[in-house]
């Protein structure tokens, strides 16, 4: 059985065996320091997705460092490898949100009188079920959790919601499929503050019935929400499928012009080789990955450590 306690390294378990496992096969012990083995560490980066704009800045400034610093074996390009890495994933940790990942404490209290969540992202990369995983963690912690089914589209994705809210114990405020989403958020919240309810998760379309755009609906869903809660939403976070690669940055790009995303879930890293793609997102989006999605269970979830996951990547 897989320890719980590590559902970080468990999701990258993949990714570690295939690409990162080649290059810390590359790297290992005292062997020579070749203009081959630049290319061939290139050549894997790419290989798992960290993409070809973010592999080349990163082997550029370990080379130069290894230069410098006379490195001469593949150990100690191994080390300073691992440290680009945590640099450029801490890069992009940004002020961190002090209230997602680990829930709130007496330090970092709930922003009152409602923490919103918006969540975001194409349909089908798992924002239900993450929202699920989200609510599960709150609902753990003893916060009365709302879950808010602004994903009208099909009738199916407001009943798997209402079942995910069953299962952990979130309340899950619902309107008729093809419901205008802005009347589903406006409820949602009235409801939440009349009962004095501490979070609300809103779980949005990836597409709609109409020609209306996607990114034109985000923006009412959030004015109606800055309405009834002003400062809020407190966070913007966008899904993203582990499993699609580059394609899901120019996907990201969208959300992030229109609804100014705060963190990213990254979801089915368990499902790819490619969790090089955490490194690009850090570099190209600049925004904090909060959690990783890790399986299909509401506790396949991990908050996204920089220092822990360049460490399973290796281990
Ligand atoms: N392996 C794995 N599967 C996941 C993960 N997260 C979600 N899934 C699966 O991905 C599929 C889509 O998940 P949903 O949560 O329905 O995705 P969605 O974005 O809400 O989809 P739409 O509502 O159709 O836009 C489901 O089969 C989930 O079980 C994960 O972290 N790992
Ligand atoms: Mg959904």
């Not at 468990?10 to 570690?16: H, I």
């Not at 924002?127 to 699920?132: E, F, L, P, R």
């Not at 809103?202 to 985000?218: N, P, V």
Request: charged share 20%.
């Amino acid at each position: 059985m897989f320890r719980r306690s590590r559902p970080l390294e468990q999701g990258l378990t993949w990714t570690r065996q295939s690409f990162f496992g080649k290059i810390a096969g590359l790297l290992t012990g005292t062997g020579q320091v070749t203009d081959g083995l630049w290319s061939e560490l290139e050549r894997l980066l790419i290989q798992a997705d960290v993409g070809v704009s973010t592999t080349v800045e990163l082997v550029e400034k370990v080379r130069a460092r290894a230069a410098r610093e006379k490195i001469r074996d593949t150990a100690g390009v191994k080390q300073a490898l691992q440290e680009a890495m945590l640099e450029l994933l801490q890069g992009a940790a940004i002020s961190p949100s002090p209230i997602l990942y680990p829930v709130p404490s007496a330090s970092h209290p709930l922003p009152a009188p409602l923490y919103v969540i918006l969540v975001v992202g194409v349909n089908g990369v798992g924002k239900t079920t993450s929202i699920a995983k989200l609510a599960n963690i709150y609902r753990r912690a003893g916060l009365d959790t709302v879950v808010a089914a602004a994903d009208t589209f099909r009738a199916a994705a407001i009943e798997q919601l209402q079942v995910w809210g069953q299962r952990v114990g979130a309340t899950v405020i619902a309107h008729q499929p093809g419901a205008d989403p802005g009347a589903v958020v406006f409820d949602a919240l009235q409801s939440c503050l009349a009962r004095k309810a501490q979070v609300l998760i809103i779980d949005t379309a990836g597409r709609l019935h109409t020609k209306y755009s996607l990114m034109e609906e985000l923006k009412k869903v959030k004015r109606v929400i800055a309405k009834q809660v002003p400062g809020a939403p407190h966070e913007v976070i966008l899904v993203i499928d582990a499993t699609t690669g580059q394609n899901a940055l120019a996907q990201a790009r969208q959300f992030t012009q229109a609804v100014e995303v705060s963190g990213i879930f990254l979801a089915k890293l368990d499902g790819t080789a490619r969790g090089g793609m955490a490194f690009a997102i850090a570099r190209e989006l600049g925004i904090p990955i909060r959690y990783v999605g890790t399986g299909e269970a509401v506790d396949d979830v991990a908050g996204f450590d920089p220092q822990e996951f360049v460490r399973a990547l290796f281990a």
